[in-house]
């Protein structure tokens, strides 16, 4: 019998990946700030809690997939929240994006009260949450994280252990770095090819296809050119990724210039109108200001 698996945060991530544990026949049970959010899970047979410290009390496995350090805190360590109905067979799974050092903080208080704790935040965007095909990197114990496994299987497809509590989140600020940088490149190819008047299409399908193909340009490069800012992932979430990032090469005595530059032109974009709501792939919003030439489809 599958064990019951708790969801809290049903945001753009939290909710397909709560799909997918459904599809895989865990019984969910689920709770969401905005309550409104919650109706398309119950609609598929999820149990709808009232507050995280609910979920904690019925589910043995409990995944938070919230927005920043802060909301991880509160949703575990807060009021009503996830520790208040832990109890001692309970395995905590953050699955958000914060800082490692709180994360193992949070751990050491957790496992202080007897509660397991894995860090295991991903990558893949909505679309891998969707499609469950994650990428999926975990820290803590690891006799926990085999025994997690299956679960993480619902939801991803590459799923790797990197070690001791915290070592899920550095991987993750790892890969931050490297795709923010991706993100830039696929944008300064387009402003490029614009400028010199190229088919942007045909150019997306010419170099993605070669040593220039990357995820970022797959996904976003095709959304840039129909003028899609709508996010997968958003502007505000990212440049909260990549100050984790810039606060750990300053921890761990690294340069970082590449990250640095792409956190100051999103800097750019959160000063336009509802910029920090727009989709990480609005990075090009910036560039083509200082080109003055706009990366469309013909
Ligand atoms: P999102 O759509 O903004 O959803 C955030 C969720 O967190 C919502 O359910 C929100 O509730 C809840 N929340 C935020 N603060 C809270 C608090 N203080 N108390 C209770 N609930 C709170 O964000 P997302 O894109 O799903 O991202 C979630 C996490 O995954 C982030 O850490 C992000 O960095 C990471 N991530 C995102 C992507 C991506 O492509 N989107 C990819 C990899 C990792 P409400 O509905 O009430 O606002």
């Avoid at 150019?203 to 709508?230: H, Q, T, V």
């Amino acid at each position: 019998m599958k064990p019951i698996v708790g969801v809290v945060g049903l945001g753009i991530m939290g909710q397909p990946m709560a799909r997918n544990l459904l599809k895989a026949g865990y019984p969910v049970i689920a709770c969401n700030r905005t309550r409104s959010r919650m109706a398309c899970l119950t609609d598929m047979g999820a149990e709808a809690a009232c507050s995280p410290a609910e979920v904690a009390r019925k589910a043995e496995i409990i995944i938070t997939m919230v927005s920043d350090t802060p909301d991880v805190k509160q949703v575990i360590l807060g009021e009503e929240g996830v520790a208040a109905g832990a109890c001692e067979q309970s395995v905590v799974i953050d699955m958000s994006t914060i800082s490692p050092s709180t994360t193992r903080e949070i751990s050491r208080i957790l496992a202080d009260r007897g509660i397991a704790m894995l860090d295991a935040p991903v990558s893949g965007g909505e679309k891998g949450a969707i499609e469950g095909t994650l990428s999926i990197m975990a820290g803590g114990p690891e006799e926990v994280f085999r025994r997690c496994l299956p679960v993480f299987q619902a939801m991803g497809k590459n799923i790797v252990y990197m070690g001791e509590s915290g070592s899920g989140q550095i991987a993750k600020l790892c890969n931050q770095a490297a795709c923010s940088l991706t993100i830039l490149s696929v944008a300064e190819a387009l402003i490029l090819g614009a400028r010199a008047g190229l088919d942007l299409e045909a150019l997306l399908k010419a170099i993605s296809g070669g040593a220039a193909g990357s995820w970022s340009m797959s996904n976003l490069g095709p959304k840039i050119i129909d003028g899609n800012f709508a996010p997968g992932f958003m502007v505000d979430l990212h440049q909260k990724d990549l100050r984790l990032v810039l606060q750990a090469a300053g921890e761990f005595g690294v340069s970082l210039p590449g990250t640095a530059l792409v956190h100051q032109l999103f800097n750019a974009v959160q000063r336009r109108c509802d910029g920090g709501r727009l989709g990480n792939q609005a990075l090009i919003l910036a560039l083509e200001d200082l080109a003055g030439v706009e990366a469309r489809r013909r």
